[in-house]
C-alpha cells in the first residue's frame, strides 16, 4: 500500500462501485452539465488566466472582495502552490488527516511535524493543537474541517483560538473546508478579514461531484501572500470547461441543503447498518464514515465489486480502519449486504 494512496482509482478496479471517493450522491448538478455542453465552442482557446468572471461568483457567493480569490486547478493544486510559494523550514499537521498535505510538505522539502489526534479522545481536535500551533512559530499550519478520514468537525472557537495563536507566532494557517458544505458548522471565511494569515481552502470537487474537472479555490485577505501563492503555480492553471461549471454551480439555488439534507439521512441510516454488524463507526458529520474492523475487508469487498478506502496509510491509523463514502440509498444498501456475507 502506497504511502500516498488516495480514494477514487476506479481506473486500476473498473466496474467497481466507487466508495473509496467522497462525492455528492446526488452526482453533478444538471445546470452544469447544460453550461459545459452550452459552451463547447469556447474550449478552442485559452483559458482565463485569473478567472475574472468566475472569481466574481466567488466573491458573491462568499461574501468576501474578489481580490482575496484565487482560484486552482483543485485544492490539492492550491496546496502544493503554497508550500512552494511559502517553503517554511517546518509545517504542523494533524495526525491522522488527509496526507496530500504532507505530499505537498516533502515536494517543497519542509520538514514535518505532526500533532497526535489521540483515539482517548475520540480523535477530536483539541486545544493541545492551539498549544502546538504556539509552541511552532513561523510553521505552516495545515488544519482540515471537517477532518479526513474521521469526518469530525472542529469547534469554532477552537479554530478561531488556533488562527489567533498562529498569527501572533508568525505562522499561516490553511484551513481545508472542502468538506465544510456537507455539514451545518461554520465557515471561517467572514473571519479572514481578521486573520490576514488565514487562507482558507475550498473546492467544488465534493459538493458539485466535479472531481474530473479539478476546480478549487483559496480566500486570503493578504493581497502580497496570495500573489505569492498566484505565482508558484502554472498560468493557466483552471480550464475553460472548469470556470463554466464552477459559475454555473454557483447559480443553482438551494444545492448545499438539498445535498445536506441527503446526506444527513443516509449516514445515519450507514452508521447504523454499521454498528448492527458489530463494527465500531465514529460518529463524522460530513459524506463519509470512518469505522473499524479486525478482519480484513478490502480484498472480500472487492472481489464482490465494492471499492472502500484503506486507513492503514494515515498516520495515526492501522490496518483496522476504513473510510466509506455515504452514496444513494440503493448503493449503501449493496455495500451493506456484501458486508454482512463477508463477515458472516
Not at 39 to 61: F, Q, S
Request: aromatic share 8%.
Amino acid at each position: 500500500m502506497e504511502r500516498f494512496e488516495h480514494g477514487g482509482d476506479i481506473y486500476s478496479h473498473e466496474g467497481a462501485l466507487d466508495f473509496s471517493a467522497n462525492l455528492n450522491p446526488l452526482g453533478m448538478p444538471a445546470a452544469v452539465v447544460e453550461a459545459l455542453h452550452a459552451n463547447v465552442e469556447r474550449y478552442d482557446a485559452y483559458p482565463d488566466p485569473t478567472c475574472r468572471e468566475l472569481r466574481a461568483a466567488i466573491a458573491r457567493a462568499e461574501g468576501v472582495p474578489a481580490g482575496q480569490v484565487l482560484c486552482t486547478a483543485g485544492a490539492t493544486d492550491l496546496m502544493q502552490r503554497i508550500c512552494l510559494a511559502l517553503r517554511p523550514a517546518c509545517a504542523l499537521v494533524t495526525a491522522p488527516c488527509f496526507s496530500g498535505y504532507e505530499e505537498a510538505l516533502e515536494q517543497a522539502g519542509v520538514t514535518i511535524m505532526r500533532h497526535e489526534l489521540r483515539e482517548e479522545d475520540g480523535f477530536h481536535v483539541t486545544g493541545r493543537f492551539v498549544d502546538d500551533v504556539s509552541r511552532n512559530p513561523g510553521a505552516l499550519v495545515f488544519l482540515c474541517n471537517p477532518n479526513n478520514p474521521t469526518g469530525l468537525t472542529i469547534e469554532h472557537d477552537l479554530i478561531v483560538r488556533a488562527a489567533a495563536a498562529a498569527r501572533d507566532a508568525g505562522s499561516t494557517v490553511v484551513l481545508d473546508e472542502c468538506f465544510l458544505d456537507f455539514t451545518r458548522e461554520p465557515s471561517m471565511v467572514p473571519l479572514c478579514g481578521e486573520f490576514p494569515n488565514l487562507v482558507v481552502m475550498r473546492a467544488f470537487t465534493k459538493l458539485y461531484a466535479m472531481a474530473g474537472l479539478r476546480l478549487g479555490y483559496g480566500i486570503c485577505s493578504d493581497a502580497a501572500l496570495l500573489e505569492r501563492v498566484r505565482t508558484a503555480g502554472q498560468t493557466w492553471a483552471v480550464s475553460t470547461p472548469a470556470q463554466v461549471a464552477g459559475i454555473a454551480a454557483l447559480g443553482v439555488d438551494g444545492w448545499a441543503d438539498r445535498t445536506r439534507a441527503y446526506v444527513d439521512a443516509e449516514r445515519a441510516k450507514l452508521a447504523d447498518a454499521l454498528r448492527s454488524l458489530g463494527l465500531r463507526v465514529v460518529d463524522g458529520k460530513a459524506n463519509y464514515l470512518m469505522f473499524q474492523c479486525g478482519m480484513g475487508l478490502y480484498e472480500p469487498l472487492l472481489e464482490r465489486g465494492f471499492l472502500i478506502r484503506r486507513c492503514a496509510n494515515y498516520q495515526g491509523l492501522d490496518s483496522t480502519w476504513y473510510r466509506i463514502a455515504v452514496r444513494t440509498a440503493e448503493e449503501n444498501a449493496a455495500l451493506i449486504a456484501a458486508l454482512r456475507t463477508v463477515l458472516g
